[in-house]
């Protein structure tokens, strides 16, 4: 008996220890998913995973005890499609749902007793969410997508001279539409762009300002 209650108590600590390094890593970045929530997932599913071992080990009961595990998995499903969000033309959440499943997964694991896929996975797991995102940004610098809203007085607009502003400040235009008021002579340039996390917006407002017909613009997330 007392080696079965230190078994459980080395998985469960293994579990808490995977979600406590994954919650101190989404932390990091400020995330509203941390420590707490993916301590307790692994531990939950640590636990749940324990009893579809001790149910299929004892064999006095019908069916399939290991769907447990699979249920568990569903379940954790949900939690991390709420951490999903939308915000204007971008989805942000994603790592942070699929570190939910991978909590998940290790957490079922210590329950099982499988200490080297564990290790394994959380290794890998660590050296990707603290390398890849540094590795991502200088691959593919310009993520957020933004809507740019230039207005412009008449119709002699030097549409190179702005795009040319808009590339040296790293930024990469995906599609662009025009409005033109007739009574006022005005001109909109819609430009849907994809903007760096290190935009410096004061250098852009400065250098679109030397755009001599240019009455004033907006940069905002695309609603």
Do not use: W
């Not at 600590?13 to 990091?28: D, N």
């Not at 959440?93 to 896929?117: N, Q, R, S």
């Not at 969410?129 to 997508?145: D, Q, S, V, W």
């Amino acid at each position: 008996m007392d080696n079965l209650i230190f078994d459980y108590t080395v998985r469960i600590l293994a579990s808490m220890v995977c979600g406590f390094l994954l919650g101190i890593e989404r932390k990091s970045r400020q995330n509203p998913v941390g420590i707490r929530t993916l301590v307790l997932i692994s531990i939950s599913c640590c636990t749940l995973s324990i009893l579809s071992v001790y149910m299929a080990d004892l064999g006095l009961y019908r069916g399939d005890p290991t769907r447990i595990v699979s249920t568990s998995v569903t379940g954790i499903g949900f939690i991390g499609g709420g951490a999903i969000l939308k915000q204007g033309l971008n989805i942000r959440g994603l790592t942070t749902a699929a570190i939910i499943l991978t909590a998940a997964a290790l957490g079922l694991c210590c329950g099982a007793g499988l200490y080297e896929p564990v290790v394994i996975t959380l290794g890998i797991a660590l050296i990707v969410l603290f390398t890849m995102n540094h590795l991502e940004k200088i691959l593919f610098p310009a993520t957020k997508t933004k809507l740019l809203q230039l207005k412009l007085d008449g119709t002699n607009i030097n549409q190179t001279k702005i795009e040319n502003i808009l590339k040296n400040s790293g930024i990469i235009i995906s599609d662009i539409n025009m409005e033109y008021t007739t009574e006022k002579k005005q001109v909109i340039l819609s430009y849907t762009i994809k903007t760096p996390d290190s935009l410096d917006a004061l250098k852009l407002a400065n250098d679109l300002g030397k755009v001599e017909t240019l009455i004033n613009f907006t940069l905002i997330d695309k609603l």
